[in-house]
């Protein structure tokens, strides 16, 4: 089979029962995404397919031919990291950093599902969704961080929200909704 | 501290006070900032490498089985049809070398090994080696065990009267001063209630994973631990092989809390299967094998007394605590720690009594003892306040002590009365309402107040730290750093006494090759930890002033430069071959001259809905002192985590455990709530300034644990002065809280 993961190609011929955690992990050498609990309950294996966050752990390997898969090591290295990678550095939004790679990639879709304008359950007009501190919170708790830097995520994620613009795209479908 | 050369040991056991600290003469001015962590880059691009991440060849892949049963005697275990399936190697036990449970934190002999007689159910048993995780995580299913089933003890309430005091230990289980009972009959005022909380699991987000591979005879273990130095001799006992055949590795911890102290049970599974196959073989626990066979927080009852005159000074103190533990197992989740110390009171009662139960092992969770005793000591201080009528922080005002009011001991350094008065301007504590009278729309809101308080503890540790002929210092221990902020706390100490740029401190922490470190837990790793790396950059700072030809004292070291006598030379000229010292710490006599202790305060704000009960924590903060502050930003953080831990401790935790086999059934992260981000608003820390000459040359305390201390009370003080409701058995979840709000 082929799989496409952060750019580049790789051929493999998993077991029909590999997760597509399990075959970044245990057989392609890509060891970021982590294993927290193997039953979609922690987010820590969260990965982007085709540019939506997902759980890796809950999701075949083999159902992802052809697929553009980006892990923790595609979107920046330690040399050069993505703007969220820096912010989360920047406001501590790690301790034991086991939750991080899944959060990172978690916040990279969840801040594209703003820019779409989709809603969570907290927002209120569903016809003009507002992205404030409840809504980060809300829609980054699918990833659970035990060392609980929630309050330095979310400042991670808000600054860079504020620097790329989606802050002021979901400011625009406010205000486009007539709210 | 002349005549240091190369090698030298540089060993410091804190018998005086230490009242000089390098940290506030030397001159590169980065300890206590908030710096960056310095393996930040590595941690959020995936690039750290945790236990069972290291890429060796050949691994085989291990499955662990657990036993189904309560307790009872192995009778069978028919593992010829997992053998025979596609990519199985074999099914491997060894019941009398296998862990029965993970040892303890710190102890230096093998936990309690033999699996034939099932102990608790979910005790691993075997393990399977397949070619792929896959293969065997399937044929571990397949495994057929056939036992002779055991009469077991499951149900606390069933056996509490047997409860049994534990044999004597570090912290005495049971303390006695006066007499409570008449001190109780004679008081103006009086509380006698019970508080109870349920079994806790530290749920650290990366499962215990060992990755055992022999060579030569010598085992390497890539495990998940907190505490190489002492889990390596755990390890070599638990194998009866000699310690210097044992080597483990630790570098990236995916967070402990006191799960990963000691050794569990999967790192001797994967050391015997390793041996049998001759190839490495990788086991890594289910998450629901980490709530069945690792460790818990007790449960506990806690029946608390207090009793008062009419101003509110306590005369009597009751706190007895009822816990729970596996027969042969003798730790004690000692509620009553914080109890001994925080409050005047000339009649004290403390006891801690454990009710032998076949549960999984209970051992240590973030900050044992106090985590859980401060719920009910801080509960029932604002229950007395409540009853008297006064401001819950006035009481504790009140029963401030000037020394420990049982040792008759002065206090190495204390301020909690200023951490209760700066979080109350802070919160705004003056806008606090009657209980139950804050209702807006259908929520009801209230704030709570609670002291923190936790023990500070130093432990034996010893670091060597190098410089190099390109000037750059490596420190090497075989501490962790487990998410505590080790690896930057360890480059700031040596940056600011070797004068260096923090990017030219190369940390190298978890493999027991290196000198033997604290390791992670009790919050006495920065200090412990700490304290050796200075002392060993105090050697240096000698040899260097050799090289230099001047005085110690008339030497500045800064930006990689040494100057002094008019010159200034770079440290890389100096060094000729490099440069090396062993720091060694100890405790010694100031733990017995001064209790040492971090304190705070914690402030909550909560909405309760009257119409469902659901509880939300609105606000938070803690004004917390710790001694020096070695980076404001990683402090910072192990405070959120730890009142983080108190609100699912108030609100949403509690390990379920089945009365008819003890078997946790709540036994994974979809039905054990620890809180997520929608569950924690953005709460607020502070540190005040203080240093503690008693504890360390740093003047640091602990951290990693004061910020559990007492949150969970301030949680539930906060739920009585939103509703008035007062409920006593944690977690405050709505159930409990229904019956007693106001109609809709």
């Known amino acids: 089979m082929h799989f496409t993961i952060n750019g580049q190609s790789y051929q493999a011929e998993p077991d029909i029962r590999t997760s597509l955690l399990d075959l970044c992990r245990e057989h392609l050498g890509l060891t970021g995404s982590k294993k927290g609990c193997d039953h979609g309950q922690c987010g820590a294996c969260t990965m982007l397919v085709n540019g939506r966050r997902i759980n890796s752990c809950l999701s075949l390997a083999v159902m992802h031919q052809d697929d553009e898969i980006v892990t923790i090591e595609g979107l920046g290295t330690p040399e050069d990291l993505h703007p969220l990678q820096s912010a989360f550095v920047r406001h501590d939004g790690y301790q034991c ?10 916040a990279v879709g969840m801040l594209d599902e703003v820019r779409k304008g989709w809603p969570s359950h907290v927002t209120g007009d569903l016809d003009a969704p507002r992205f404030n501190d409840d809504e980060i919170s809300e829609r980054m708790s699918g990833n659970i961080c035990r060392c609980a830097a ?7 994620i808000r600054e860079v929200a504020e620097a790329d613009g989606t802050v002021d795209i979901a400011l625009r479908q406010t205000v486009e909704a007539g709210a | 501290m002349f005549g240091f050369g190369k090698g030298d040991t540089n060993a410091l056991t804190m018998n005086t006070a230490h009242p000089d600290s390098l940290l506030d003469t030397s001159a590169q001015d980065v300890i206590g900032k908030p710096l960056d962590r310095v393996d930040g880059p590595k941690k959020v691009s995936g690039q750290a490498t945790y236990a069972a991440e290291y890429a060796l060849d050949d691994v085989a892949y291990g499955y662990l089985v657990r036993a189904t049963v309560g307790t009872g005697k192995i009778t069978d275990l028919d593992a010829s049809v997992a053998r025979a399936m596609p990519g199985v190697i074999d099914v491997i036990t060894d019941y009398a070398t296998f862990l029965r449970n993970p040892q303890q934190g710190g102890e230096t002999s093998a936990p309690t090994q033999g699996v034939e007689d099932v102990a608790y159910h979910g005790e691993i048993i075997a393990i399977v080696v397949a070619e792929s995780y896959e293969a065997a995580r399937d044929a571990a299913e397949q495994v057929k065990v056939t036992y002779a089933p055991g009469e077991g003890r499951y149900s606390f309430l069933a056996h509490r009267e047997e409860a049994e005091k534990p044999s004597t230990q570090q912290i005495p289980p049971h303390h006695k001063q006066g007499d409570v009972d008449t001190a109780m009959a004679e008081a103006v005022h009086t509380i006698d209630v019970t508080y109870t909380t349920p079994s806790q699991n530290s749920a650290a987000m990366e499962p215990h994973a060992s990755l055992a591979v022999w060579q030569d005879g010598a085992l390497t273990l890539y495990g998940a631990y907190q505490m190489p130095a002492s889990d390596k001799l755990q390890l070599a006992k638990s194998l009866g092989v000699s ?3 044992v080597r483990i590795v630790a570098a ?7 799960s990963k102290l000691g050794i569990a049970p999967e790192s001797v599974a994967a050391a015997i299967a390793a041996k049998r196959l001759g190839r490495p073989v990788k086991a890594v626990m289910a998450r ?6 690792t460790v818990r927080r007790s449960n506990t009852e806690q029946r608390m007394r207090l009793g008062a005159d009419a101003d509110g000074r306590l005369t009597a103190i009751g706190h007895e605590t009822l816990v729970s533990n596996l027969p042969g197992e003798d730790f004690f989740e000692p509620a009553g720690v914080a109890t001994h110390f925080l409050y005047e009171g000339e009649n004290r009662l403390i006891t801690h009594d454990i009710v032998r139960l076949d549960w ?19 509960g029932a201080i604002d229950e007395l306040a409540e009853k008297i009528g006064i401001d819950p922080i006035e009481l504790r005002r009140r029963n401030e002590p000037r020394e420990d009011p049982e040792k008759k001991v002065p206090y190495s350094s204390r301020a909690l009365i200023p951490c209760l008065e700066r979080g109350a301007e802070k919160f705004g504590w003056a806008q606090r309402k009657p209980a139950g009278t804050d209702r807006r729309g259908d929520w009801l809101y209230g704030i709570g107040v609670a002291s923190a308080a936790r023990s500070n503890m130093l432990q034996k540790s010893a670091a060597k730290v190098s410089i190099d002929g390109q000037g750059k210092a490596h420190v090497e221990t075989d501490m962790t750093d487990i998410g505590t902020g080790t690896y ?53 700072r000698g040899q260097i002033a050799k090289a230099m030809g001047v005085a110690e004292d008339a030497m500045t070291l800064k930006d990689g430069r040494v100057i002094a006598d008019n010159r200034s030379v770079p440290l890389a000229e100096l060094v000729g071959e490099g440069m090396e010292a062993t720091g060694q710490i100890a405790p010694g006599k100031q733990e017995q001259l001064f209790n040492q202790a971090s304190y705070g305060a914690h402030f909550a704000e909560v909405a309760v809905n009257v119409v469902t ?6 606000r938070m903060l803690g004004v917390f002192t710790a001694g020096r502050i070695l980076n404001a930003k990683t402090a910072r953080s192990q405070c959120l985590g730890g009142m983080t831990f108190g609100i699912g401790c108030a609100l949403t935790e509690e390990l379920v455990h089945d009365p008819r086999n003890g078997k946790i059934v709540n036994r994974d992260l979809g039905e054990y709530h620890v809180p997520v981000n929608a569950d924690v608003p953005q709460l607020e820390v502070e540190f005040l300034q203080e240093r503690d000459i008693h504890a360390n040359p740093l003047h640091a305390k602990g951290l990693g644990e004061v910020g559990i201390c007492g949150a969970a009370g301030a949680i539930g003080n906060a739920l009585y002065n939103a509703t008035g409701v007062r409920v006593r058995d944690y977690p405050l979840t709505l159930d409990k809280l229904l019956e007693g709000l106001p109609a809709v």
Not at chain 2, 288 to 293: H, L, N, R
Not at chain 2, 372 to 377: M, R, S
Not at chain 2, 613 to 618: A, D, F, N, P, W
């Open chain 2, 488 to 540: 930057t706390i360890l480059a700031q100490i040596t940056a600011e006494i070797l004068g260096l740029p923090l990017e030219d401190v190369i940390v190298h922490l978890g493999d027991t090759d290196a000198p033997p470190g604290a390791g992670s837990g009790g919050s006495w790793g920065a200090g412990s930890s700490g304290s050796s790396v200075y002392l060993a950059c105090e050697a240096l």
């Open chain 2, 243 to 245: 310690a210097d055949k």
């Open chain 2, 252 to 258: 990236f911890v995916g967070g402990g809390f006191g």
């Open chain 1, 150 to 156: 929630y309050p330095n995520i979310v400042d991670a």
């Open chain 2, 360 to 378: 999984m092992l209970a051992g240590s969770m973030r900050a044992p003892g106090e985590a859980v005793g401060l719920i009910a000591l801080e």
């Open chain 2, 288 to 293: 629901q094998q980490v709530f069945d066979a």
């Open chain 2, 613 to 618: 009960g659901e509880v939300r924590v609105k």
């Open chain 1, 97 to 106: 950093g086991y939750c991080t790679p899944g959060q990172i990639c978690s």
